[in-house]
């Protein structure tokens, strides 16, 4: 079955202790991204990949940090964590984004992240 | 920086209603998806809109693109409780970065 998995799907940590979200496709997907959604600011992106080895900082990078070393993975990790980094976040990967037009991008279930 | 408005945040209609909600970008897209949400779950692929004053439709759901690619718009007809949820537009720009509206929540009163 076609999909993205992420994992934890909850977690509940303290400031400062990293983590590391996992996000991982099973459909051959370029591109790959994460997203951050707080109630009332909809969807914003964190970071994005085009491909293994390439990834490029998205509208709330801060605070967060990526890494593309294969193409079905693209975990997000947070060094530091602090509390307004409490969120929902999905992962997200398409066929690509280059012209032609992007392809629809298929969304993980979310990880939901409480930081203390 | 490119910004995409989505109006309004929030609607409730009455089941069997109709439901329009609007999205208004600040620059020229490339292309526009859409997206739907339901309460407690990931974002769903809808349609994608490419052409200049291109509309599609599936069922019950309508969707444009604007002339000058600026704007676009979902309609649904006569709203079903299935309908509930929210409802995303996804704007691409010409640096190819992905920009989301804020989203519509549609409640549907029974």
């Known amino acids: 079955e076609a999909q993205v998995t992420q994992n934890p799907r909850y977690l509940i940590t303290v400031t400062g202790k990293k983590l590391t979200v996992t996000c991982s496709q099973n459909m051959n997907h370029e591109y790959m991204s994460w997203y951050r959604q707080d109630p009332g600011l909809g969807l914003r992106q964190i970071y994005y990949?085009?491909?293994?080895?390439?990834?490029d900082k998205g509208d709330v990078p801060e605070g967060y940090k990526v890494s593309r070393k294969e193409k079905r993975n693209f975990p997000l990790i947070l060094e530091s964590p602090s509390p307004n980094q409490t969120s929902l976040y999905f992962c997200?990967?398409?066929?690509?984004?280059?012209?032609?037009?992007?392809?629809?991008?298929?969304f993980g279930p979310g990880t939901r992240l409480t930081v203390t | 920086g490119q910004q995409v408005m989505q109006i309004p945040q929030y609607q409730h209609v009455q089941e069997g209603e109709d439901f329009t909600t609007y999205c208004n970008s600040s620059t020229t897209l490339s292309n526009i998806q859409w997206y739907k949400q339901r309460p407690g779950g990931h974002p769903v692929f809808l349609i994608q809109?490419?052409?200049?004053?291109e509309v599609k439709k599936q069922k019950r759901l309508t969707f444009q693109f604007g002339e000058a690619k600026k704007n676009s718009s979902l309609h649904i007809t006569a709203t079903q409780t299935t309908d509930v949820g929210t409802y995303f537009c996804?704007?691409?720009?010409?640096?190819?970065?992905?920009?989301f509206g804020k989203g519509t929540r549609l409640h549907i009163l029974p």
């Open positions: 990949s085009m491909n293994v080895e390439v990834t």
């Open positions: 997200a990967s398409s066929l690509g984004t280059g012209h032609p037009p992007f392809y629809e991008q298929y």
């Open positions: 809109l490419v052409k200049s004053g």
């Open positions: 996804a704007g691409q720009g010409r640096d190819d970065k992905i920009i």
